[in-house]
């Protein structure tokens, strides 16, 4: 290996700080990406646009993943950042309908603002240095009030433009993100290849991230800080980064949703939202990128599954399983069988070393 | 402004002192002794207003026996929640929290599968004050008293009884506390029981003054978790006297003049700002001056 | 970009402390302490426990600050600057107690460490160091699994990764035998050699009199004594403060 931190991207790829290694693993990857990419030809158009509602959550998962299980930062507030980008691309693309890439220029303002919140709050509470457990606790309190504020826009005179709030019905008729004469719709192929395409690329390109030296320097952040600070890193800045990156894939999670939903609701930045990406991330297995990716999509699919058979309690299970997960398989479903079976080593990081997280 | 209306501001300002105290004093108290933040507190109050409503409506019994068997009742729930699930989580705290949270799910969901999304209210005590045009719910000013007893009665067994000098040494040096001889286990579990208690009292003192529903342990801990930010775990006392009339004093004029939505965002931005100076809250703050006066004065 | 400001402008003076004042309690551990230490030096700094030597440490490191006073670096007051600048301007400290990333490999905790200050060249001292040391035969090895010499030398390489121009040592070998004292003096003095300025704090007097040249004596946070090893030894002074230590 080489100490300058330049290697190739074979092996970036495969370096130690995710799960899968080896020829079979990327054999299986690519076969299933074939897969993915081929469904269109044999599926219906109603199982296409379920598959990509599922995929469409996996790069606020992943963000999440990031900041989690990397970096040791515990964020309840990834679907107010969803939801920040869903309202905010609704506002402009609403009001751009008839402007040829208004919803592109919807989509900058939707992460944008994710982004703006992001670094704001992250600027106060990273350079504050503070306890670890004040970080979700005032993004569960952001998520509360943002709900309870968006769930009292319901007059005419809450509105941005021709665009209104709609108060807790929500905001209705968002204009689907269209690039030429391609219009990403719920049920478009179109939409399916961007979002199987888009989740692939955040996830090598997150897979790349951590195991870069940038990336060491994160989970070296999460092990000791005081001792990544006296090698010279301005941590404080760097954990406001990756708090940031993670507020832009929660966000590209939300613009793709209103995308394919023409729809958002303040539900969808309260606290059950708030609660998904934490459960999805837990049962994983918040310290592999790879096993959040899974339980993402399995998740989805099960909270789909229960609201047709039974929704009164999705979040019911939802609350066994988080408590079981953590009191039995506090690394994650899948990284505790990747443990086991497959003999993964990468450290589990889960006491920081001074004992303060 | 006339006399009456600084009497009503008045009157506002120790109606939300009374508030923030009592949604966060059991919290504070948790995370002060054991070092963990309960995110299932909204769901103990609660089950405070939800044993005080069922056992006022099916069993009849006077109010303040309700209010009574919601503190016993959320105070055991609370030790047993320690014992089999907070216990666990002593070396990793956010861990702790997650758990919690799963915790308060279940909870809340349970709820409302379990009782339906509402129950009948609690009829409030019609105890009113006139004053120049004023009218003022006597009950709420009740609650400000109860606090004020609430606060009372956490200092003197904090600092008056044995069990709270033994509860002080654990928070200050748990090893060396252990190494004599103090079972720090059996504190961590009554202080849990204890601060849960305290979030039942909280829900049966509110019964009467708000619906009664599976989600109503939401509109208690954003005030409580912004007021547990702002005090800080290194003296809940003082963390939650002071966090309490410093963030009333920012809501009442913030939200008597542009309305509850800016009290709130008022309330986040003062915990931003806050913290951002004074990391460990202001109860850390005045810890921190404490050891260099006395430093100043022993040297 | 880093910031380097050069050594001539300060008269071949590295490090310098004025009138540095630093109490813990009812307790001045550094009581106005002017400290000089000119570049290329291996200088050793000893004194009784509570001399006030790890305070001193923290004080040039970023740990803590000073009540009042100031500290010079390679001309510039580094008094303000949190710990990570500090290093960035070429001033590392490696800890007592040893604190590398026990889960990661040699070669990743060196990968990390190489960061904050890297150019892309290659770091020859840092090659060298590896190689003199074994450790360029043990870089996939989990840190936490090395024996305790070896995670001692893995914690200075760690430091020379930053490419530091003043290095802190805060006794290197705690814990260590004989034979792994005698090659970490040996290796220490080859780093001074080839141009490191190098500070060492400890108690062992037998590896001091392996690699120091010139030696400071500390006590009660004051500059008790200053000069080379034979003159130190040689003061009645010293040896009274040090009663019953030696």
Redesign the interface.
Known sequence: MNLRGRRGLAHTLNGPQELGHGPVFWVCFAAVTVAALAYPAFGSVFALSNLANFCLYVPMGLGLALLWGYNGVLSFGQSAFFAIAGYVYGVIAGNLIDVPGGSLLAVAGGLGASVLVAAVFGYFVFYGQVSGWIIPLLLLVLSLILETFMGQTAGYQWRVGSVLFGGYNGMTGIPSLQIGEWDFGGASTAFYYLVVVLTLLVYLGLRILVNSRYGHVVTAIKDDVERTRALGYNVNFIQIQVFVLAAALAGLSGVLYVSWGNYINPASMGLLSATLPVIWTAVGGRRSLLAVLLATLTLRWLADTLAVRGGEYAFLIMGVLLLATMLFFPEGIVVSLARRYGGWKAPTGAMNRSGSR | MSLADLVSLVYQYLDNIAFLLLAALGLMIILGVVNV?N?AHGELIMLGAYITTIAYHDANLPLPVCMLLSVLGVGLFGMALERF?VR??Y?????A???T??????LS??A??ALGPSMPSVPLPAWTLHYEGYSFGGYRLLLFAIALAAIIATWWVFYRTKFGIRTRATMQNPDMTRALGVDTRNIYLLTFGAGSALAGLTGALYAPTTTIVPLMG?QF??VA??T??VGGGANPIIGAIASAALLAGISTPLSSILGT?IG??GL?IA???I???L??GISGYWQDLR?QR??RH?? | MTNRPELTRTDGVLLRTENLVKAFGGVTAVDHLNFELPAGELRCLIGPNGAGKSTLFGLLSGLHRPDSGIILFKGEDITRLPPYQRVRRGLCQKFQTTRIYRDLTVAQNLLIAGGARSRGETNERLEWALSTLRLSEELDLRAGRLPHSHQQWLEICLTLATEPDLVLLDEPTAGMTPDETAVTARFLIDLNEHGLTVLVVEHDMAFVRLIAHRVTVLHYGRIFSYGTLEEIEANQEVRRIYLGEQ
């Open positions: 933040i995110l699930v666990r989580f070396g990793d705290r956010l861990a929290l997650v758990a949270w799963g915790v308060s799910l279940i969901q349970g409302l599968l939401t801990v954003d978790f912004i547990v930010v939505f709130r965002i986040l915990a931003l700002v913290i951002r100076f990391p460990r050891y006395m430093a022993s040297s």
